[in-house]
């Protein structure tokens, strides 16, 4: 019996690929030397306005979510929101454990972003297989580049977010070490 035919397992499947997900993303932040854009962006906002990474991620992610409903004119299904709150939370627990902070050595730090890459993976595909509701970030970026027609859309969105995060002050990506 596959884990799509008994409803209650499809939630647990996606809560652990989230509840990975998140630790991943902490993994990426705290190592300093790399993160996604949408992970730079919170953390502007952080360093602009207050408020906690998770809580900017779950902001972010709600506007992006009504923004997403708006372009393709249906709402969002329950997982996607359920997404955006549960990451935020989680990225925001993860982010208190005390033994968790930036590696001193540089190669420590690319192990640690590396690994942060991997279990982000793992979370990503453990969610997605759940089949609950798509990533908004990742959806809007779907819906815009069918309504646009424009192949780079989803890069050109990446690049945006990349610039507003790094002109709020984000800087734990690779993109340091061009604009530092």
């Not at 962006?41 to 602009?48: M, P, T």
């Amino acid at each position: 019996m596959a884990h799509n035919d008994i409803p209650w397992l499809r939630w647990d499947i996606a809560f652990f690929g989230l509840l990975a997900m998140s630790f991943g993303i902490v993994l990426t932040i705290t190592a300093d030397i790399g993160c996604v854009p949408w992970d730079m962006l919170h953390i502007g906002w952080q360093r602009q306005f207050g408020l906690t990474i998770g809580a900017w991620s779950i902001i972010v992610g709600l506007i992006v979510l009504a923004a997403s409903s708006l372009l393709v004119k249906r709402p969002s299904r329950l997982g996607a929101f359920l997404n955006i709150v549960t990451v935020g939370i989680l990225i925001d627990g993860w982010m208190i454990i005390p033994y968790l902070k930036t590696p001193e050595w540089p190669l420590e730090q690319y192990a640690m972003v590396m690994s942060g890459i991997i279990v982000i993976s793992y979370g990503m595909r453990l969610y997605i297989s759940a089949g609950v509701g798509a990533d908004p970030r990742d959806s809007s970026m779907l819906a815009l580049t069918v309504l646009t027609r424009w192949k780079g859309a989803y890069m050109g969105m990446e690049a945006l977010v990349l610039l507003i995060g790094w002109l709020l002050g984000g800087r734990c990506c690779l993109a340091r070490f061009f604009f530092a």
